[in-house]
């Protein structure tokens, strides 16, 4: 069964913000996830900074 949290966080703007201030593009952040093994796709990253799209645990562990 799927559990489904409440974001009560700004995960996506978090991202965003850590994203730019160590000046990573996005397709440079993206490199990196696929390297643990994560696929996840520039446009897929987009969503998730701005909030439309739900991010999924291995992704947040691949983008730490």
Same mark, same amino acid.
Do not use: F, S, W, Y
């Given at each position: 069964?799927?559990? $489904?949290?409440?974001?009560?966080?700004?995960?996506?703007?978090?991202?965003?913000?850590?994203?730019?201030?160590?000046?990573?593009?996005?397709?440079?952040?993206?490199?990196?996830?696929?390297?643990?093994?994560?696929?996840?796709?520039? $446009?897929?990253?987009? /969503?998730?900074?701005?909030? /439309?799209?739900?991010?999924?645990?291995?992704?947040?562990?691949?983008? $730490?």
């Amino acid at each position: 069964m799927e559990q $489904k949290i409440k974001q009560d966080l700004r995960i996506g703007e978090n991202i965003r913000k850590i994203r730019k201030a160590r000046k990573l593009g996005q397709t440079d952040l993206v490199r990196t996830p696929h390297i643990d093994g994560c696929d996840m796709a520039r $446009k897929c990253l987009v /969503t998730i900074e701005h909030g /439309t799209q739900h991010i999924q645990a291995t992704q947040l562990q691949a983008i $730490k």
